[in-house]
């Protein structure tokens, strides 16, 4: 969902202010991206906004990224945009970018239950190198209780890893 949301975020950005891909070359789907688009999401709006705001919103968002001179070149690219000026498309970038942050705050929820809950199991398969508690409480939430494989064998068996394994139905 949170995939489907971020593209559907680009489409619209890309219609209302195509240009601004260039400015932010690591991509639009970033804190201080965001933080713009959701106070002011179209060319007109990032245009018209104060200098001294505009480049404080940018430094902040971005934890000092971005300079002054980036926020007027951001205005300037802003001003010659020849993205859609459609109100319609602006709250819907707004209400977008609320629902990804939504989804981000809950999966941070998420991972850090999942990490107090494998802290607490303390599993044999966070012995496992390379696996941390995420992938962890994943792996045990597909195999279940990992004491009901006897040995290691049955267990890579069971994840279909063991190529001298041959079973069928």
């Known amino acids: 969902q949170r995939t489907r949301l971020k593209i559907q975020l680009t489409t619209y950005v890309d219609q209302v202010f195509p240009e601004i891909q260039y400015f932010f070359k690591s991509g639009l789907h970033q804190h201080a991206v965001y933080a713009l688009l959701k106070e002011a999401p179209s060319p007109k709006e990032i245009a018209s906004m104060h200098m001294t705001h505009l480049a404080n919103l940018l430094k902040v968002n ?9 926020a007027k070149e951001l205005r300037v690219l802003a001003q010659k945009s020849v993205g859609a000026n459609d109100s319609a ?12 942050e939504l989804l981000d705050s809950q999966l941070e929820k998420i991972e ?14 966070m012995t496992i190198p390379g696996i941390g508690y995420i992938n962890g409480g994943m792996i045990l939430g597909e195999i279940g209780d990992i004491h ?6 049955k267990l890579l068996a069971f994840a279909g890893l063991d190529p001298s394994v041959y079973q069928s139905g």
């Not at 850090?112 to 398969?125: G, L, P, R, W, Y």
């Not at 009901?148 to 064998?153: D, E, G, K, L, Q």
């Open 62 to 70: 971005s934890h000092g990224h971005f300079t002054k001179e980036q």
């Open 112 to 125: 850090a239950e999942m990490t107090d809950i494998m802290k607490f199991n303390d599993s044999v398969i």
């Open 89 to 100: 498309i602006s709250i819907q970038i707004t209400q977008t970018i609320q629902q990804i």
């Open 148 to 153: 009901r494989f006897s040995n290691p064998n």
